[in-house]
């Protein structure tokens, strides 16, 4: 814990999240509190994933940071300025479908620059060349309804990632997706993200993937009112094969001190939702 | 089941229909004709009247009339039912205000509005017209409407987060859902175009393929009625066809063909 305090002062802070509290009023009119008290900072350039048990508003917290959601308490700053509305300089990964199903993979990614006021044929060229760095140079013309799960996912990525956003939230993006091709997109993650160095929170509920791809691994405590109860920095040398470095000792004896911290709070939110959740 | 087997099947129920009214219509079974041709008619007197309409020409005229006033009343209404929906879809309180009027006018059987319609608007095409838009519109507003309102949470905070303004999210967002939305509704507001024109036809007009048919009623020329009748279904079959051609060419984007008839 020591050690990712020191990072943070290091770096200018991309993400600073201060004693943030996250309330939604119900139907019934009571309040329901997601998150209380959550500090988190992430430096530029630094992979910071967020692991939780179900439930305990891992995205609600990533929310925050995008603007999408007001705190009832605390501060969202965005390389040191408070933000207000939304955070124009972030990119967001969703973790249900989020493409335009009406238009093209090509329209798709290139729509983020259009209406950014970037003349169509432009941003149609730019579209093309991160389609291929996908590995979909040649699906530019399918609607996403004609592709699979873990394409329209690369998809989603380029329309992010073309608009060179300075942060990149991310919410489960890989959960809907199999075993095997959630490796193979979290090895094109890095592999993109190593190219340009962005300040990423990263939500999971797998904590495999979280060390796999991260620099720190933040933990989140059992809903109502989840806290930050644990945060480590993962030591293990880049550049990761996403697989292989599962297979690393440092990789064990991570994931052994990690999920002792994690173990009650997964069954604890597994108690209170009466493991429907 | 082959496709050719399919079509066999389909022709032979048409055979064996026509088949048996035209012989319980001539021949008698036990002295008597069990179908009185002055009532039923006959298939071939049927037949042999659309072939005169159509070799002298005469049928064109009310054919014309009838799909003018179709088309008339689907343009306008879509128009109408489109931006309205939109409007309304977009301003929840207008909504809200307007929300009993709209259910109760929807309500009204609109056959009742036509004699309005005929008084306002005399006896040409445009009584007929209104009457086909007071249908039309009310299929397309619902839609349009139920289109904005169901956008997607997830494209929506996307569309967001990519940077769109509110005029942006209008285009490419709530626009083309609730286009989606309306095209899916294609068959029935184009049925009830025509509809439309037929009922305002039948109940009042000089011309027109519900006028054809209203004309021969009165005239006890069950012929007549018939092969008006059998007119008018291959004229909705054709714009039927004409209408999922269309929709196959606008809706490509969409996973499966949406058959919302009726």
Same mark, same amino acid.
């Given at each position: 814990m020591q050690q990712a305090a020191a990072r943070e002062s290091a770096a200018p802070r991309a993400v600073h999240l201060d004693d943030l509290t996250i309330a939604f009023r119900l139907a019934d009119r009571s309040t329901f509190t997601a998150v209380r008290d959550a500090s988190l900072s992430v430096a530029d350039g630094e992979f910071v994933a967020i692991v939780g048990p179900t439930g305990c508003g891992k995205s609600t917290l990533l929310n925050a940071a995008a603007g999408l959601l007001t705190p009832a308490a605390g501060t969202v700053e965005i390389f040191g300025q408070p933000l207000a +509305?939304?955070? %124009?300089?972030a990119g967001y990964l969703f973790q &249900? *479908? &989020?493409? /335009? #199903?009406?238009?093209?993979s090509l329209e798709n990614v290139a729509i983020g620059l259009e209406v950014a006021g970037t003349p169509k044929a432009e941003a149609r060229a730019e579209a093309a060349r991160w389609l291929s760095r996908v590995g979909l140079g040649t699906f530019g013309d399918r609607y996403p309804h004609m592709l699979s799960g873990g394409q329209r996912k690369r998809i989603g990525l380029a329309q992010v990632l073309i608009r060179h956003p300075k942060i990149l939230l991310m919410d489960e #993006? /890989? +959960? #809907?997706? *199999?075993a095997q091709t959630r490796q193979i997109m979290g090895n094109l993650l890095l592999e993109l993200w190593s190219a340009d160095r962005k300040g990423v929170m990263f939500v999971t509920h797998d904590l495999e993937e979280a060390i796999a791809l991260a620099d720190r691994v933040v933990i989140m405590s059992a +809903?109502? &009112? &989840? %806290? @930050? @109860?644990g945060d480590w920095t993962i030591p293990l040398a880049r550049p990761r094969e996403v697989a292989e470095i599962k297979l690393d000792k440092a990789f064990h004896d991570l994931h052994r001190e990690i999920w002792a911290v994690l173990r009650d709070e997964v069954m604890k939110g597994y108690a209170q939702t009466g493991g429907l959740g | 089941m082959s496709r050719l087997t399919l079509l066999a099947l389909q022709i032979l129920v048409a055979v064996v229909v026509i088949g048996l009214w035209q012989l319980l219509t001539s021949v008698p079974i036990f002295g008597t004709v069990l179908l009185p041709p002055f009532f039923f008619s006959r298939p071939a007197d049927v037949g042999a009247r659309i072939v005169k309409w159509f070799a002298d020409g005469s049928i064109w005229i009310h054919l014309w009339i009838t799909l003018t006033e179709s088309v008339l009343a689907f343009v306008i209404g879509s128009l109408g039912g489109a931006l309205v929906g939109f409007w309304f879809a977009r301003k929840p309180l207008i909504a809200a205000v307007f929300d009993p009027y709209v259910k109760m006018i929807n309500a009204l059987?609109? =056959? =009742?509005?036509a004699p309005i319609f005929a008084l306002w608007l005399g006896l040409g095409i445009w009584s007929k017209v209104a009457l086909g838009i007071t249908l039309v519109f009310f299929v397309v507003f619902f839609n349009v409407y139920q289109g904005v309102k169901e956008v997607s949470p997830t494209v929506l905070a996307n569309a967001r987060m990519l940077g769109m303004s509110e005029r942006q999210l209008m285009r490419h967002v709530y626009w083309p859902s609730a286009l989606s939305w309306m095209f899916s509704s294609l068959h029935t507001s184009v049925g009830f175009a025509v509809v439309g024109a037929v009922v305002g036809e039948y109940l009042g007009s000089a011309a027109g393929l519900g006028y054809l048919i209203q004309q021969a009623e009165g005239v006890f020329d069950v012929a007549g009625v018939f092969a008006g009748m059998t007119v008018l279904a291959a004229f909705v079959i054709v714009i039927d066809v004409l209408v999922s051609v269309v929709e196959r060419r606008l809706l490509v984007w969409r996973p499966v063909a949406h058959d919302a008839r009726g």
């Open positions: +509305g939304l955070n %124009r300089t &249900a *479908d &989020a493409l /335009f #199903p009406w238009k093209t #993006p /890989f +959960g #809907p997706l *199999d +809903g109502p &009112a &989840a %806290r @930050i @109860i | 059987p609109r =056959v =009742v509005l």
